[in-house]
Protein backbone atom coordinates (compact mmCIF):
# COMPACT_ATOMS: atom_id res chain seq x y z
CA UNK A 1 0.00 0.00 0.00
CA UNK A 2 1.38 3.84 -0.82
CA UNK A 3 1.83 5.36 2.15
CA UNK A 4 0.41 8.72 0.27
CA UNK A 5 -3.21 6.66 -0.10
CA UNK A 6 -3.04 5.73 2.89
CA UNK A 7 -2.45 9.62 4.33
CA UNK A 8 -4.96 11.23 1.84
CA UNK A 9 -7.65 8.00 3.06
CA UNK A 10 -7.15 9.41 6.56
CA UNK A 11 -7.32 13.30 5.92
CA UNK A 12 -10.27 12.21 3.97
CA UNK A 13 -12.36 10.46 6.71
CA UNK A 14 -10.92 13.45 8.98
CA UNK A 15 -12.59 15.98 6.44
CA UNK A 16 -15.97 14.09 6.41
CA UNK A 17 -16.26 14.00 10.06
CA UNK A 18 -15.43 17.70 10.72
CA UNK A 19 -18.14 18.62 7.66
CA UNK A 20 -20.80 16.58 9.87
CA UNK A 21 -20.03 18.24 12.76
CA UNK A 22 -20.39 21.20 11.78
CA UNK A 23 -23.49 20.62 10.27
CA UNK A 24 -24.89 19.05 13.09
CA UNK A 25 -23.35 21.95 16.05
CA UNK A 26 -23.73 25.26 13.30
CA UNK A 27 -27.39 25.61 11.46
CA UNK A 28 -28.22 27.88 8.83
CA UNK A 29 -24.79 30.13 9.31
CA UNK A 30 -23.66 31.49 5.65
CA UNK A 31 -20.16 31.02 7.09
CA UNK A 32 -20.65 27.32 7.42
CA UNK A 33 -21.94 26.09 4.61
CA UNK A 34 -19.06 27.50 2.77
CA UNK A 35 -16.67 25.88 5.35
CA UNK A 36 -18.66 22.88 4.29
CA UNK A 37 -18.54 23.16 0.76
CA UNK A 38 -14.93 23.94 0.58
CA UNK A 39 -13.79 20.70 2.75
CA UNK A 40 -15.92 18.99 0.68
CA UNK A 41 -14.29 20.49 -2.62
CA UNK A 42 -10.90 19.34 -0.76
CA UNK A 43 -12.10 15.50 -0.81
CA UNK A 44 -13.00 15.98 -4.35
CA UNK A 45 -9.50 17.06 -5.51
CA UNK A 46 -7.73 14.63 -2.99
CA UNK A 47 -10.04 11.77 -4.55
CA UNK A 48 -9.48 13.21 -8.27
CA UNK A 49 -5.54 13.97 -7.97
CA UNK A 50 -4.82 10.59 -5.52
CA UNK A 51 -6.63 7.87 -6.18
CA UNK A 52 -7.31 8.43 -9.59
CA UNK A 53 -4.30 9.49 -10.63
CA UNK A 54 -4.65 12.26 -12.35
CA UNK A 55 -2.09 14.28 -10.64
CA UNK A 56 0.00 12.22 -13.29
CA UNK A 57 -2.19 13.49 -16.26
CA UNK A 58 -2.04 16.58 -18.89
CA UNK A 59 -2.74 19.75 -17.35
CA UNK A 60 -5.53 20.58 -19.23
CA UNK A 61 -7.32 17.53 -16.91
CA UNK A 62 -6.36 18.94 -13.99
CA UNK A 63 -7.33 22.59 -14.39
CA UNK A 64 -10.71 21.37 -16.03
CA UNK A 65 -11.63 19.84 -12.70
CA UNK A 66 -10.55 22.54 -10.49
CA UNK A 67 -12.58 25.10 -12.80
CA UNK A 68 -15.46 22.74 -12.56
CA UNK A 69 -15.10 22.44 -8.57
CA UNK A 70 -14.78 26.10 -8.75
CA UNK A 71 -17.76 26.61 -10.62
CA UNK A 72 -19.85 24.16 -8.69
CA UNK A 73 -18.83 25.43 -5.07
CA UNK A 74 -19.59 29.39 -6.22
CA UNK A 75 -22.74 28.54 -8.15
CA UNK A 76 -23.87 26.83 -4.67
CA UNK A 77 -23.10 29.12 -2.35
CA UNK A 78 -24.12 32.57 -4.51
CA UNK A 79 -27.37 30.64 -4.68
CA UNK A 80 -27.85 30.12 -0.95
CA UNK B 1 4.66 -6.35 -15.13
CA UNK B 2 2.42 -3.80 -17.98
CA UNK B 3 3.46 -1.63 -20.09
CA UNK B 4 3.44 2.10 -18.75
CA UNK B 5 0.72 4.82 -20.18
CA UNK B 6 2.08 7.93 -20.86
CA UNK B 7 -0.59 9.63 -18.79
CA UNK B 8 0.97 13.40 -19.91
CA UNK B 9 -0.20 12.83 -23.38
CA UNK B 10 -3.89 14.75 -23.54
CA UNK B 11 -5.33 12.06 -25.02
CA UNK B 12 -4.80 9.28 -22.02
CA UNK B 13 -6.19 10.60 -19.23
CA UNK B 14 -5.61 8.04 -16.33
CA UNK B 15 -8.64 5.20 -17.48
CA UNK B 16 -8.62 6.59 -20.79
CA UNK B 17 -10.42 9.26 -22.47
CA UNK B 18 -14.20 7.70 -22.85
CA UNK B 19 -14.16 6.91 -19.83
CA UNK B 20 -13.54 10.73 -18.59
CA UNK B 21 -15.85 11.86 -21.03
CA UNK B 22 -18.39 9.88 -19.13
CA UNK B 23 -17.16 11.10 -15.43
CA UNK B 24 -17.12 14.40 -17.06
CA UNK B 25 -20.98 14.07 -18.41
CA UNK B 26 -22.10 12.59 -14.80
CA UNK B 27 -20.48 15.29 -12.97
CA UNK B 28 -22.05 17.87 -14.91
CA UNK B 29 -25.74 16.38 -14.64
CA UNK B 30 -25.53 15.62 -10.91
CA UNK B 31 -23.73 19.28 -10.37
CA UNK B 32 -26.39 21.09 -12.41
CA UNK B 33 -29.27 18.62 -10.34
CA UNK B 34 -27.81 19.99 -7.19
CA UNK B 35 -27.60 23.77 -8.20
CA UNK B 36 -31.36 23.39 -9.17
CA UNK B 37 -32.17 22.07 -5.70
CA UNK B 38 -30.33 24.73 -4.32
CA UNK B 39 -32.12 27.08 -6.79
CA UNK B 40 -35.79 25.70 -5.80
CA UNK B 41 -34.53 25.84 -1.78
CA UNK B 42 -34.55 29.44 -1.80
CA UNK B 43 -38.61 29.78 -2.44
CA UNK B 44 -39.16 27.61 0.52
CA UNK B 45 -35.79 27.92 2.87
CA UNK B 46 -37.99 26.37 5.82
CA UNK B 47 -39.29 23.49 4.22
CA UNK B 48 -35.65 22.79 2.87
CA UNK B 49 -34.23 23.28 5.83
CA UNK B 50 -36.74 21.20 8.39
CA UNK B 51 -37.00 18.32 5.72
CA UNK B 52 -32.74 18.39 5.38
CA UNK B 53 -33.35 18.34 9.24
CA UNK B 54 -35.22 14.95 8.91
CA UNK B 55 -32.15 13.37 7.20
CA UNK B 56 -29.49 11.12 8.97
CA UNK B 57 -26.26 12.76 8.90
CA UNK B 58 -24.23 10.11 10.48
CA UNK B 59 -25.77 7.34 8.17
CA UNK B 60 -24.67 9.93 5.58
CA UNK B 61 -21.31 10.22 6.84
CA UNK B 62 -20.73 6.38 7.65
CA UNK B 63 -21.88 6.04 4.03
CA UNK B 64 -19.52 8.36 2.90
CA UNK B 65 -16.28 6.67 4.59
CA UNK B 66 -17.60 3.77 3.35
CA UNK B 67 -17.34 4.59 -0.06
CA UNK B 68 -13.57 6.76 0.52
CA UNK B 69 -12.27 3.57 2.04
CA UNK B 70 -13.36 1.37 -1.35
CA UNK B 71 -12.12 3.86 -2.95
CA UNK B 72 -8.14 3.84 -1.50
CA UNK B 73 -8.69 -0.14 -1.84
CA UNK B 74 -9.83 0.29 -5.13
CA UNK B 75 -6.22 2.49 -6.02
CA UNK B 76 -4.19 0.02 -3.97
CA UNK B 77 -5.79 -2.73 -6.82
CA UNK B 78 -4.33 -0.78 -9.12
CA UNK B 79 -1.15 -0.44 -8.29
CA UNK B 80 -0.92 -3.89 -7.22
CA UNK B 81 -1.99 -4.98 -10.51
CA UNK B 82 0.30 -2.73 -12.25
CA UNK B 83 3.20 -4.42 -10.20
CA UNK B 84 1.98 -7.96 -11.32
CA UNK B 85 0.76 -9.10 -7.58
CA UNK B 86 -2.20 -10.45 -8.24
CA UNK B 87 -3.15 -12.28 -5.45
CA UNK B 88 -3.09 -9.23 -3.44
CA UNK B 89 -4.58 -7.29 -5.92
CA UNK B 90 -7.29 -9.83 -6.03
CA UNK B 91 -7.85 -9.64 -2.33
CA UNK B 92 -7.86 -5.90 -2.04
CA UNK B 93 -10.37 -5.64 -4.90
CA UNK B 94 -13.09 -7.92 -2.62
CA UNK B 95 -12.32 -5.06 0.04
CA UNK B 96 -13.53 -2.64 -2.62
CA UNK B 97 -16.40 -4.33 -3.38
CA UNK B 98 -17.18 -5.50 0.11
CA UNK B 99 -17.00 -1.19 0.72
CA UNK B 100 -20.06 -0.98 -1.92
CA UNK B 101 -21.92 -3.67 -0.54
CA UNK B 102 -22.03 -1.78 2.52
CA UNK B 103 -22.36 1.52 1.11
CA UNK B 104 -26.03 -0.18 -0.15
CA UNK B 105 -26.93 -1.88 2.97
CA UNK B 106 -26.54 1.17 4.96
CA UNK B 107 -28.97 2.99 2.09
CA UNK B 108 -31.46 0.11 1.98
CA UNK B 109 -31.37 0.69 6.17
CA UNK B 110 -31.82 4.68 5.63
CA UNK B 111 -34.38 4.16 2.71
CA UNK B 112 -36.08 1.97 4.54
CA UNK B 113 -36.41 4.61 7.87
CA UNK B 114 -37.87 7.34 5.12
CA UNK B 115 -40.42 5.01 3.77
CA UNK B 116 -41.83 3.67 6.96
CA UNK B 117 -42.12 7.54 8.13
CA UNK B 118 -44.09 8.25 4.74
CA UNK B 119 -41.05 11.00 3.71
CA UNK B 120 -41.59 9.31 -0.26
CA UNK B 121 -40.89 11.22 -3.70
CA UNK B 122 -43.81 13.14 -3.64
CA UNK B 123 -43.39 14.22 0.15
CA UNK B 124 -42.37 17.37 -0.73
CA UNK B 125 -39.92 18.86 -3.38
CA UNK B 126 -37.23 17.95 -1.06
CA UNK B 127 -37.29 14.78 -1.19
CA UNK B 128 -38.38 14.04 -4.77
CA UNK B 129 -34.55 15.67 -5.23
CA UNK B 130 -33.33 13.58 -2.44
CA UNK B 131 -35.31 10.13 -3.94
CA UNK B 132 -33.94 11.20 -7.77
CA UNK B 133 -30.51 12.13 -6.90
CA UNK B 134 -29.14 9.56 -4.21
CA UNK B 135 -31.33 6.97 -5.70
CA UNK B 136 -29.54 7.39 -9.61
CA UNK B 137 -26.12 7.66 -7.55
CA UNK B 138 -27.29 3.67 -6.12
CA UNK B 139 -28.12 3.03 -9.59
CA UNK B 140 -23.90 3.83 -9.94
CA UNK B 141 -22.95 2.37 -7.45
CA UNK B 142 -24.66 -1.12 -8.13
CA UNK B 143 -23.42 -1.02 -11.88
CA UNK B 144 -20.01 -0.35 -10.43
CA UNK B 145 -20.31 -3.10 -8.62
CA UNK B 146 -20.95 -5.33 -11.26
CA UNK B 147 -18.15 -3.78 -13.35
CA UNK B 148 -15.80 -5.20 -10.35
CA UNK B 149 -17.69 -8.33 -10.03
CA UNK B 150 -16.66 -9.14 -13.25
CA UNK B 151 -13.04 -7.78 -13.07
CA UNK B 152 -12.62 -10.04 -9.85
CA UNK B 153 -13.56 -13.19 -11.86
CA UNK B 154 -11.29 -12.29 -14.67
CA UNK B 155 -8.27 -10.16 -12.90
CA UNK B 156 -5.19 -11.78 -14.16
CA UNK B 157 -6.67 -11.84 -17.83
CA UNK B 158 -6.72 -8.12 -17.81
CA UNK B 159 -4.92 -4.92 -19.91
CA UNK B 160 -3.80 -2.34 -17.36
CA UNK B 161 -6.12 0.25 -19.44
CA UNK B 162 -9.26 -1.93 -18.46
CA UNK B 163 -8.54 -1.82 -15.18
CA UNK B 164 -7.98 1.46 -14.82
CA UNK B 165 -11.15 2.31 -16.42
CA UNK B 166 -13.40 0.48 -14.50
CA UNK B 167 -11.62 1.47 -11.25
CA UNK B 168 -12.02 4.90 -12.84
CA UNK B 169 -16.07 4.13 -12.48
CA UNK B 170 -15.92 2.97 -8.89
CA UNK B 171 -14.15 6.58 -8.10
CA UNK B 172 -17.00 8.50 -9.91
CA UNK B 173 -19.64 7.17 -7.77
CA UNK B 174 -17.19 8.86 -4.58
CA UNK B 175 -17.01 11.85 -6.61
CA UNK B 176 -21.15 12.16 -7.09
CA UNK B 177 -21.30 11.24 -3.28
CA UNK B 178 -18.97 14.15 -2.67
CA UNK B 179 -21.17 16.36 -4.23
CA UNK B 180 -24.60 15.36 -3.22
CA UNK B 181 -23.53 14.44 0.45
CA UNK B 182 -22.69 17.92 1.68
CA UNK B 183 -25.54 19.63 -0.66
CA UNK B 184 -28.41 17.17 0.63
CA UNK B 185 -27.34 16.29 4.13
CA UNK B 186 -25.06 19.35 5.27
CA UNK B 187 -26.23 22.80 3.90
CA UNK B 188 -29.74 23.45 3.23
Known sequence: MQ?????????????????????????????????????????????????????????????????????????????? | MQKEIDYKNIYYPPGGLLIWILISLELLTFGIALIALVFMSKENPDLYHQSRLMLNTTYGAINTVFLLTSGFFMATTVHLFKKGNFTKASFLLKLTMLGGFLFLALKTLEYYHKIEAGLVLDYN????????????????????????LYFNFTLEKQKTEDLEAGAAFWHMCDLIWLLLFPVIYLIL
Do not use: C, P
Not at chain 1, 25 to 54: D, P, R, W, Y
Open chain 1, 3 to 80: KKDIYTLVLLIILTITTAYFSNTFHNLEIISLVILTLSGLKFIAVVFQFMEMKKAHRVWKSTIILFLTLFIGIIFAVL
Open chain 2, 125 to 148: TFFSFYWLLTGFHVIHVIVGLVIL
